[in-house]
């Protein structure tokens, strides 16, 4: 009768601990999904509502829109031949290719 009750108190022992372990996983996995849910619902709000409170409202510009980048626009022929050729509204030009570009500029 002993052993009965050991091998019982075993099983019960065994199933409780199982049935601990599921009920803290979800637990955790529905704290870790409540978290990951308000981080989210955080984020949306704050790309929804905040650009437009730090938007300026329209007016003219200030100097910082006035700014102009000046870039340089070059053609880029191909690797083989001496001449470009450019179209022009009549045909077709050609003029002597420019020396190539190793990057350094003048201060």
């Known amino acids: 009768m002993i ?3 050991r091998r019982l108190l ?4 065994a199933v409780t601990a199982v049935a601990f372990g599921a009920l803290l996983a979800m637990l955790f996995a529905a704290i870790t999904l409540t978290a990951a849910l308000a981080i ?5 709000l ?3 509502f905040g650009l437009r409170a730090r938007r300026s409202p329209a007016g003219p ?4 829109d006035a700014e102009v980048i000046d870039v340089e626009m070059r053609e880029i022929g191909p690797a083989a ?4 050729s450019e179209p022009d509204g009549e ?3 050609t003029r002597p290719a420019e020396a190539p570009d190793d990057g350094r ?3």
Do not use: C, D, H, Y
């Open 46 to 48: 704050s790309a929804r």
């Open 10 to 13: 075993r099983r019960v022992a």
């Open 81 to 84: 031949g001496n001449a470009q």
């Open 40 to 44: 989210g619902a955080a984020l949306w």
């Open 105 to 107: 500029r003048a201060p």
């Open 91 to 93: 045909g077709a030009t």
């Open 3 to 5: 052993a009965f009750m």
């Open 61 to 64: 510009p200030s100097a910082r």
